[in-house]
């Protein structure tokens, strides 16, 4: 079906968005949630499991502490209120990657309710408001093997690997998020980098969406100015930031396309996909799973002790807002500057940089430069360019100590970025130094003028700007290694001239 | 065929006294062993107390005992005592079936909790006892396995679930016996077969290892064919389990000492409570009358007994009935061909869903189908709060009922069951019928306290137990008036097989 898609700014101009978010995080505890199985990543299929993971006959589940702990920390993170009691629940539904065909969940006694969190869109603060945050069990993976496309259809075989079954599973759920108008995708994208960077500050998750550490669900309805809302859909599979706000835009053209003609959204999942930027549908909400919840006779109730509570929250980091705070005014930066940092991923790769014993003006002229230029090129996300604040301030060290100009300070940051070594050794390797030596500088100079006499006749009769020339040409015999400056005093100092 | 009846003749003899003579030499655990297997072969194609018999994992465990023996060690109480299984706990590398079709073949790669306590304790695990299918029903003839006859009387029931462990200690296949309590599982058959059976208080029994039915109510505890040896056998199964979230961090209460002290026969300063509710119209005559006169017995041992109205008990069978099938249609959820056990309809042309529908089809038996049915209605969206949800309102008010009578009594009493063993395929056209046959132990289990079953008479030369039920960990004071029963009453012997 191609439909041809109203423009954006029609569509906000027409319809109001709402929108809510649906963020899974797998906790980076040592074991899984109900058992002494390891949570790390990757593994030959079906190697990290026991007999209460696989859901055996007779098996039981004994919840985790840690991931307890951590729950409440992101709680309390996300300005929640704290259960004094509540349970897990049995969230029943058949499905071969889930061994016992049932999720241990919680349903209407989540541990953490009623927070929220504040994001900055555009220099505004937008409140975000988090309905609950709930523990629950990850499932296994499925591998269909035998077809062409690796999904079911087609495939001769599916594989379960249940490694990954029992890893604890933050689920954070916002209340609707209304008011955003055009605004709406990048709230969205910007919730979700806040809820990372919460979580990560927290230390109780690596939050990689790549790697399905933090996985997002969003929910996106339009309605006329004044109108009920609308009928929402929920796209799944959203893997990476971009992808958020790819994912709002691209259903809220959608929605608009079919309201235009008087169609009915259908309420229904949908799936988004990387490469065309737009959502198929995905099974009908209309006919889901009645999920027949209740409390898991398993487990006894979670009644946290509010003394521990207290404890916990007064050990919280600094969350992430307060400490950019800090680090805006530290590093003098207007508001404006600091947006471009946030919006370049920027601000911990600085800060590491500035702790590293860069000034914090030099450190944000790499990253937001150089570097910048070559994750954008490559399409990488900032952080994973392949220099490390490490090296960057290594790099600035070379420079502040005369020895590399600006232009090698450029091409040896490339070799970095390449993987060649560090700064110190890519110098050396390519043989990049400015020259400091006057001795030997002074003798190509003098080279340079017994080779040029007529440039030097210029230069002696006034005609100054010819030194460029010259300059050029004791570049070229040092193989560039020469400051510019430097050089051209030199130069005019040979030929007695005054610069 | 002849029995031996003599001295020599271990299969006769109480747990206690096979230990003491393994313990000083005067035989070895090998030579008990092989007494039980003997027996098993002789007498088991009649009563069909076992599903699977383990001779070459005993006789390693006998001889294992043995070893330790010989190199000076010192053995615990129950040491080289044989010990018969419910087929609902699993045992690495023994078939584990839970009398149903759809885990045959099943070889758990772990141990439950009890049966490593039981191997740590030097008792020798002679085999897995048959049970009505996943533990749901009065008479073991829900097994799909066939039914276990009663060797009071072969054409008749041996109780259920646990007929196989209760029938095993009254054919003398087995000194002691584990079982499973989630409605009466142990009691019923106890009662039945002139067994003692108790379930101890929920949490002071690990259920880890045991295959889930309903995940609130399931305890598994000892069966023996005296009060002691039950209470020696509760204490090396009890207490506390990490493994287990609902276990009790607690010790087990002294029970051997509450069995010892009960044995002399005083009861003086003990209050019993008659449940008023459960000595009416419902119990058959003959029953009533074993426990008329047993309660004689235990006021001329010294205790007050009275009458106390639980009158909220009169819903337990309800509420019973919805909150076990409710936990039961999601425990067996995971039945599905997938990891483990049966897998029908695999040709490579169905989905996965037609091959799960298609084993738990041929893999669950009707009684099993009927509750998962019950159960998955009882959950649904709209229908919860209605029956799942009032059902527990109901066990709140019958744990009120027990802690108002606790604070006027320290133990209440009535009959185990309301009739005797009942003959085969008497109920078995009727859910209703067989149901009312755990009238008087559901209460218990609802509640979470301990209650155990004592023989206590015949009726027309059919066992009649008695039921005690004390608070949540006081099963001590069970095992005291239970033991004086005992001493009173006796133990009874069923007909030469």
Same mark, same amino acid.
């Given at each position: 079906m191609t439909t041809t898609l109203p423009a954006y700014d029609e569509v906000v101009a027409r319809f109001e968005p709402v929108i809510g978010l649906e963020t899974h995080v797998e906790l980076g505890t040592n074991t899984k949630m109900f058992c002494g199985c390891p949570t790390d990543f990757g593994g030959e299929p079906n190697t990290r499991v026991c007999p209460v993971c696989l859901g055996l006959p007779g098996s039981l589940p004994v919840a985790n502490k840690a991931a307890i702990e951590a729950i409440i920390r992101i709680g309390l993170a996300l300005n929640c209120s704290i259960a004094e009691w509540c349970r897990f629940?049995?969230?029943?539904?058949?499905?071969?990657?889930?061994?016992?065909?049932?999720?241990?969940?919680?349903?209407?006694?989540?541990?953490?309710?009623?927070?929220?969190?504040?994001?900055?869109?555009?220099?505004?603060?937008?409140?975000?408001?988090?309905?609950?945050?709930?523990?629950e069990e990850d499932t296994g993976k499925t591998l269909h093997v035998g077809g062409a496309t690796g999904r079911i259809h087609g495939a001769t075989e599916s594989l379960v690997d249940y490694n990954r079954a029992g890893i604890p599973l933050v689920e954070i759920v916002t209340k609707p998020i209304t008011g955003t108008g055009a605004l709406a995708p990048e709230v969205a994208k910007a919730y979700v980098a806040e809820l990372r960077d919460v979580i990560r500050t927290l230390g109780v998750s690596d939050v990689r969406m790549e790697e399905g550490s933090l996985r997002c669900d969003v929910n996106t309805s339009l309605n006329l100015p004044g109108a009920e809302w609308g009928t929402r859909t929920e796209t799944k599979n959203v893997n990476s930031l971009r992808s958020v706000e790819r994912a709002v835009r691209?259903?809220?053209?959608?929605?608009?396309?079919?309201?235009?003609?008087?169609?009915?959204?259908?309420?229904?999942?949908r799936h988004f996909h990387e490469d065309t930027g737009d959502t198929t549908p995905g099974r009908s909400k209309e006919t889901a799973t009645d999920y027949r919840y209740f409390p898991e006779p398993d487990l006894v109730p979670i009644a946290p002790d509010p003394a521990w509570v207290a404890e916990l929250k007064a050990a919280l980091p600094e969350l992430p807002r307060v400490h950019r705070r800090r680090l805006q005014e530290q590093w003098g930066l207007s508001d404006l500057d600091m947006q471009s940092v946030?919006?370049?991923?920027?601000?911990?790769?600085?800060?590491?940089?500035?702790?590293?014993? /860069? %000034?914090?003006?030099? &450190?944000?002229?790499?990253? =937001?430069? *150089? +570097?910048?230029?070559?994750?954008?090129?490559?399409?990488?996300?900032?952080?994973?360019?392949?220099?490390?604040?490490?090296?960057?301030?290594?790099?600035?060290?070379?420079?502040?100590?005369?020895?590399?100009?600006?232009?090698?300070?450029?091409?040896?940051?490339?070799?970095?970025?390449?993987?060649?070594?560090?700064?110190?050794?890519?110098?050396?390797?390519?043989?990049?130094?400015?020259?400091?030596?006057?001795?030997?500088?002074?003798?190509?100079?003098?080279?340079?003028?017994?080779?040029?006499?007529?440039?030097?006749?210029?230069?002696?009769?006034?005609?100054?700007?010819?030194?460029?020339?010259?300059?050029?040409?004791?570049?070229? /015999? %040092?193989?560039?290694? &020469?400051?510019?400056?430097? =050089?051209? *005093? +030199?130069?005019l100092q040979r030929l007695g001239v005054q610069g | 065929m002849s029995e031996m009846t003599g001295m020599?003749?271990?299969?006769?003899?109480?747990?206690?006294?096979?230990?003491?003579?393994v313990a000083g030499g005067e035989t070895s655990a090998v030579e008990v062993?092989?007494?039980?297997?003997?027996?098993?072969?002789?007498?088991?194609?009649?009563?069909?107390?076992?599903?699977?018999?383990?001779?070459?994992?005993?006789l390693a465990a006998a001889r294992a005992v043995d070893e330790r023996r010989a190199a000076g060690e010192v053995l615990g109480p129950l040491a080289g005592v044989p010990v018969a299984v419910k087929d609902v706990l699993a045992t690495r590398g023994v078939p584990t079936t839970v009398g149903s079709k759809i885990l045959e073949g099943w070889r758990p790669p772990y141990d439950a909790t009890i049966v490593q306590r039981l191997r740590e304790a030097g008792t020798v695990m002679l085999g897995k006892t048959n049970m009505d299918e996943f533990a749901m029903g009065s008479s073991t003839e829900y097994s799909a396995y066939g039914p276990t006859h009663n060797p009071w009387d072969l054409s008749r029931i041996p109780g259920g679930s646990g007929g196989g462990s209760a029938a095993a200690l009254a054919a003398y296949e087995a000194p002691l016996a584990i079982g499973s309590d989630t409605g009466g599982s142990i009691r019923q058959p106890g009662a039945v077969t002139g067994t003692v059976g108790a379930k101890p208080t929920y949490g002071g029994t690990s259920r880890y290892g045991l295959v889930a039915f309903s995940s609130s109510l399931d305890t598994p505890g000892p069966c023996a064919r005296n009060v002691l040896d039950a209470a020696l056998l509760h204490q090396v199964i009890g207490g506390h389990d990490p493994m287990?979230?609902?276990?009790?961090?607690?010790?087990?209460?002294?029970?051997?000492?509450?069995?010892?002290?009960?044995?002399?026969?005083?009861?003086?300063?003990?209050?019993?409570?008659?449940?008023?509710?459960?000595?009416?119209?419902?119990?058959?005559?003959?029953?009533?009358?074993?426990?008329?006169?047993?309660?004689?017995?235990?006021?001329?041992?010294?205790?007050?007994?009275v009458e106390v109205s639980c009158p909220t008990f009169a819903y337990a069978l309800p509420a019973y009935y919805l909150i076990a099938p409710s936990e039961c249609s999601s425990n067996l959820a995971r039945f599905d061909g997938v990891r483990f056990g049966l897998r029908v309809g695999d040709d490579g042309n169905r989905s996965l869903e037609e091959v799960m529908s298609l084993t738990r089809e041929a893999g669950f038996g009707p009684e099993v189908k009927r509750r998962i049915m019950i159960g998955t209605y009882a959950l649904s969206s709209g229908y919860y709060d209605a029956y799942y949800g009032q059902a527990q309102k109901v066990r709140t008010l019958i744990t009120r009922d027990f802690n108002a009578a606790f604070e006027r009594v320290d133990a209440l009493i009535s009959p185990t069951t309301p009739s005797v063993a009942f003959p085969m395929g008497a109920r078995t056209a009727d859910p209703y019928q067989m149901y009312l046959a755990d009238l008087y132990t559901i209460p218990t289990n609802l509640y979470g306290g301990p209650g155990i079953s004592v023989p206590c008479g015949l009726s027309e030369g059919l066992p009649v137990g008695l039921q005690v039920m004390a608070p949540t960990m006081a099963d001590d004071r069970m095992y005291r008036v239970a033991a004086a029963l005992e001493s009173a009453v006796g133990t009874f012997t069923p007909p030469a097989l």
């Amino acid at each position: 079906m191609t439909t041809t898609l109203p423009a954006y700014d029609e569509v906000v101009a027409r319809f109001e968005p709402v929108i809510g978010l649906e963020t899974h995080v797998e906790l980076g505890t040592n074991t899984k949630m109900f058992c002494g199985c390891p949570t790390d990543f990757g593994g030959e299929p079906n190697t990290r499991v026991c007999p209460v993971c696989l859901g055996l006959p007779g098996s039981l589940p004994v919840a985790n502490k840690a991931a307890i702990e951590a729950i409440i920390r992101i709680g309390l993170a996300l300005n929640c209120s704290i259960a004094e009691w509540c349970r897990f629940a049995r969230k029943n539904y058949f499905y071969p990657d889930m061994p016992k065909n049932f999720q241990i969940s919680q349903y209407d006694e989540p541990i953490c309710v009623d927070g929220y969190l504040d994001v900055e869109v555009g220099g505004e603060t937008v409140r975000i408001e988090i309905e609950r945050v709930h523990l629950e069990e990850d499932t296994g993976k499925t591998l269909h093997v035998g077809g062409a496309t690796g999904r079911i259809h087609g495939a001769t075989e599916s594989l379960v690997d249940y490694n990954r079954a029992g890893i604890p599973l933050v689920e954070i759920v916002t209340k609707p998020i209304t008011g955003t108008g055009a605004l709406a995708p990048e709230v969205a994208k910007a919730y979700v980098a806040e809820l990372r960077d919460v979580i990560r500050t927290l230390g109780v998750s690596d939050v990689r969406m790549e790697e399905g550490s933090l996985r997002c669900d969003v929910n996106t309805s339009l309605n006329l100015p004044g109108a009920e809302w609308g009928t929402r859909t929920e796209t799944k599979n959203v893997n990476s930031l971009r992808s958020v706000e790819r994912a709002v835009r691209s259903e809220m053209l959608r929605q608009a396309s079919v309201l235009d003609v008087g169609g009915r959204i259908t309420q229904e999942t949908r799936h988004f996909h990387e490469d065309t930027g737009d959502t198929t549908p995905g099974r009908s909400k209309e006919t889901a799973t009645d999920y027949r919840y209740f409390p898991e006779p398993d487990l006894v109730p979670i009644a946290p002790d509010p003394a521990w509570v207290a404890e916990l929250k007064a050990a919280l980091p600094e969350l992430p807002r307060v400490h950019r705070r800090r680090l805006q005014e530290q590093w003098g930066l207007s508001d404006l500057d600091m947006q471009s940092v946030l919006n370049a991923g920027a601000v911990e790769l600085i800060e590491a940089t500035v702790a590293a014993g /860069t %000034t914090p003006a030099a &450190a944000r002229k790499w990253w =937001l430069g *150089e +570097l910048s230029r070559r994750a954008n090129e490559s399409g990488v996300e900032l952080a994973e360019i392949g220099a490390t604040p490490a090296q960057v301030a290594e790099l600035q060290g070379l420079v502040d100590a005369g020895k590399l100009n600006d232009k090698m300070a450029r091409t040896v940051l490339e070799g970095v970025v390449d993987g060649e070594g560090s700064p110190t050794e890519i110098m050396t390797s390519r043989g990049l130094e400015v020259v400091s030596d006057t001795g030997a500088l002074t003798a190509a100079v003098d080279e340079a003028i017994a080779a040029n006499p007529a440039i030097a006749d210029k230069i002696r009769s006034g005609k100054v700007a010819a030194v460029g020339a010259l300059v050029g040409a004791v570049m070229k /015999t %040092t193989r560039g290694q &020469a400051d510019a400056k430097t =050089l051209r *005093e +030199l130069i005019l100092q040979r030929l007695g001239v005054q610069g | 065929m002849s029995e031996m009846t003599g001295m020599s003749d271990f299969t006769r003899m109480t747990a206690t006294e096979i230990a003491s003579l393994v313990a000083g030499g005067e035989t070895s655990a090998v030579e008990v062993t092989q007494a039980h297997l003997d027996r098993i072969a002789a007498v088991d194609d009649r009563v069909h107390a076992f599903l699977h018999v383990d001779t070459e994992g005993a006789l390693a465990a006998a001889r294992a005992v043995d070893e330790r023996r010989a190199a000076g060690e010192v053995l615990g109480p129950l040491a080289g005592v044989p010990v018969a299984v419910k087929d609902v706990l699993a045992t690495r590398g023994v078939p584990t079936t839970v009398g149903s079709k759809i885990l045959e073949g099943w070889r758990p790669p772990y141990d439950a909790t009890i049966v490593q306590r039981l191997r740590e304790a030097g008792t020798v695990m002679l085999g897995k006892t048959n049970m009505d299918e996943f533990a749901m029903g009065s008479s073991t003839e829900y097994s799909a396995y066939g039914p276990t006859h009663n060797p009071w009387d072969l054409s008749r029931i041996p109780g259920g679930s646990g007929g196989g462990s209760a029938a095993a200690l009254a054919a003398y296949e087995a000194p002691l016996a584990i079982g499973s309590d989630t409605g009466g599982s142990i009691r019923q058959p106890g009662a039945v077969t002139g067994t003692v059976g108790a379930k101890p208080t929920y949490g002071g029994t690990s259920r880890y290892g045991l295959v889930a039915f309903s995940s609130s109510l399931d305890t598994p505890g000892p069966c023996a064919r005296n009060v002691l040896d039950a209470a020696l056998l509760h204490q090396v199964i009890g207490g506390h389990d990490p493994m287990d979230s609902t276990s009790i961090p607690q010790p087990v209460p002294d029970v051997v000492a509450a069995a010892r002290l009960g044995a002399t026969g005083d009861l003086t300063g003990v209050r019993l409570g008659i449940v008023s509710e459960f000595v009416g119209e419902g119990a058959e005559p003959g029953v009533m009358a074993a426990f008329r006169e047993s309660v004689d017995a235990l006021t001329k041992m010294g205790a007050d007994v009275v009458e106390v109205s639980c009158p909220t008990f009169a819903y337990a069978l309800p509420a019973y009935y919805l909150i076990a099938p409710s936990e039961c249609s999601s425990n067996l959820a995971r039945f599905d061909g997938v990891r483990f056990g049966l897998r029908v309809g695999d040709d490579g042309n169905r989905s996965l869903e037609e091959v799960m529908s298609l084993t738990r089809e041929a893999g669950f038996g009707p009684e099993v189908k009927r509750r998962i049915m019950i159960g998955t209605y009882a959950l649904s969206s709209g229908y919860y709060d209605a029956y799942y949800g009032q059902a527990q309102k109901v066990r709140t008010l019958i744990t009120r009922d027990f802690n108002a009578a606790f604070e006027r009594v320290d133990a209440l009493i009535s009959p185990t069951t309301p009739s005797v063993a009942f003959p085969m395929g008497a109920r078995t056209a009727d859910p209703y019928q067989m149901y009312l046959a755990d009238l008087y132990t559901i209460p218990t289990n609802l509640y979470g306290g301990p209650g155990i079953s004592v023989p206590c008479g015949l009726s027309e030369g059919l066992p009649v137990g008695l039921q005690v039920m004390a608070p949540t960990m006081a099963d001590d004071r069970m095992y005291r008036v239970a033991a004086a029963l005992e001493s009173a009453v006796g133990t009874f012997t069923p007909p030469a097989l």
